[in-house]
């Protein structure tokens, strides 16, 4: 349980960055060469580098080797890891608010 309970914190914490919650966003229509997401946003190759590095590690992206280029991947798996983690929440807040539209009915 430890260890699921840091894989979580690590996908949620690379999930907390902007720029990495919109590369994710990019790869989700294509995968693309470091150099191209690179192009996208107003910080060095260098930066985007760190932020892909640690979408990596909580296993979001894959990298693998064109010639000289890496390109990078979305990983779907870990995404359905947070989905599964977020679906009793889901469920419970969806029965909460069924119950305040049913009261908001009855009174109005």
Do not use: C
Not at 61 to 70: D, F, I, L, S
């Amino acid at each position: 349980m430890v260890e699921y309970n840091i894989y979580l914190n690590g996908l949620f914490g690379s999930l907390a960055d902007p720029v990495r919650r919109d590369i994710l966003s990019r790869l989700t229509k294509a995968a693309y060469s470091v150099s191209q997401l690179a192009s996208n946003y107003d910080i060095s190759l260098a930066a985007v580098a760190k932020h892909l590095k640690v979408l990596e590690k909580a296993k979001l992206v894959t990298k693998t080797r064109n010639g000289n280029e890496q390109i990078v991947s979305i990983a779907p798996e870990a995404l359905h890891d947070v989905a599964v983690y977020l679906q009793p929440y889901e469920e419970l807040w969806s029965k909460r608010f069924n119950a305040v539209d049913k009261l908001l009915k009855e009174v109005s």
